[in-house]
């Protein structure tokens, strides 16, 4: 007996077509609906509009327009003209930059390491700290009334170092801070500010400031080359917005124009803000002024654009006067992108 197959060579080739010709047939019908769907998303998602992201601002180039519709209007800042060689103007509502200008170029900050210097001093000692005004500090250069020997808690000294610029305020914040509360009995002055400026520059690269430097608690120029603190625009503006958001009460006295102080052996003070100009900007939070030979004219403001919507613009490498209108024409820029009130022109009343 014959073995029986189950067909010819033919009928088998004849079989395998037919189920290739099927498998065909079922992948094109799963791609046609793999197409469809991906037609019907895309559709979907290009009916809904793009993706709400905050537009990136370069250098040199317009801002983007604030949330009004989203409807793009003319840049206040397009046409801008400021004497400073560096800018930045920073919305720390949102992460935006609204405004730079060799935002990263390190400069002298003169006075604006100030701020830096209220910061670690809140860090190192309480500030019910006493501080004792020595001899040495009122050596500093500048004369803000400061008596020898007068005492001050800590609280006190930092507002009034911040409004005045104090130097004197700055060394002796330096000299308690930088002993851990205990310079009398134990470290040496010379020791206790150079440990407080390490701090300062170990602080500046525990926030990330990385082109932040220090080389003494008062920004004053160290000679006719060297200033005494160097940053960046856009770093000062990193400060100030941690200030405002993590210490707010650090410097909040710096948004007045003048502060009444007592002294712990009952002497009056009466500080006055250095910066001349502060009623010009509505809502300030914060400001510190800057000026030495080396620095020329700093200075760093931020106010609310709104309510908890504050803007910190920053200017450095400017001129004495020049630094206050260079911050007023980012401010009423700053006004006009959001449709707010725009502020007068400089020197008129209001």
Do not use: C
């Amino acid at each position: 007996m014959k073995e029986q197959t189950n067909g010819t060579p033919e009928n088998l080739k004849d079989n395998g077509d037919n189920r290739a010709a099927a498998l065909w047939s079922n992948a094109a019908v799963v791609a046609f609906f793999i197409i469809v769907v991906f037609s019907i998303v895309l559709f979907i998602r290009l009916a809904a509009g793009p993706p709400e992201t905050l537009p990136e601002h370069r250098e040199n180039e317009p801002a983007a327009g604030a949330a009004d519709g989203r409807q793009m209007r003319h840049d206040p800042f397009s046409e801008i003209d400021i004497e400073g060689e560096a800018a930045f103007v920073y919305d720390a509502a949102t992460g935006e930059v609204l405004f730079a200008r060799n935002p990263d170029k390190r400069m002298p900050l003169a006075s604006l390491a100030k701020l830096m210097t209220a910061l670690v001093a809140s860090e190192l000692v309480p500030l019910s700290t006493v501080v004792e005004v020595e001899r040495a500090d009122i050596a500093t250069e500048g004369d803000t009334g400061l008596l020898v020997g007068e005492r001050w808690r800590l609280r006190d000294m930092i507002d009034y170092t911040l409004l005045t610029s104090s130097n004197d305020g700055a060394s002796a914040i330096a000299t308690i801070a930088g002993s851990m509360g205990q310079s009398v009995y134990d470290m040496p002055r010379s020791a206790a500010k150079q440990s407080f400026v390490g701090y300062m520059n170990r602080i500046s690269q525990d926030l990330g400031l990385l082109h932040t430097y220090f080389l003494n608690e008062t920004g004053l120029d160290v000679n006719t080359a060297m200033s005494g603190a160097y940053s960046t625009a856009r770093e000062i503006a990193a400060l100030a917005n941690y200030i405002i958001t993590r210490k707010p009460e650090l410097a909040e006295s710096t948004a007045r124009g003048e502060k009444q102080f007592a002294s712990l052996d009952g002497i009056d003070h009466t500080a006055t803000n250095t910066n001349a100009h502060l009623g010009d900007i509505p809502g300030v939070i914060i400001s510190k002024t800057g000026f030495t030979d080396l620095a020329g004219g700093n200075l760093v403001v931020a106010f609310d654009t709104g309510i908890a919507h504050p803007v910190i613009a920053v200017v450095l490498g400017s001129t004495f006067e020049g630094r206050f209108e260079d911050i007023r024409k980012l401010a009423r820029a700053t006004r006009a992108l959001f449709g707010g009130k725009q502020l007068p022109r400089y020197g008129k009343k209001h």
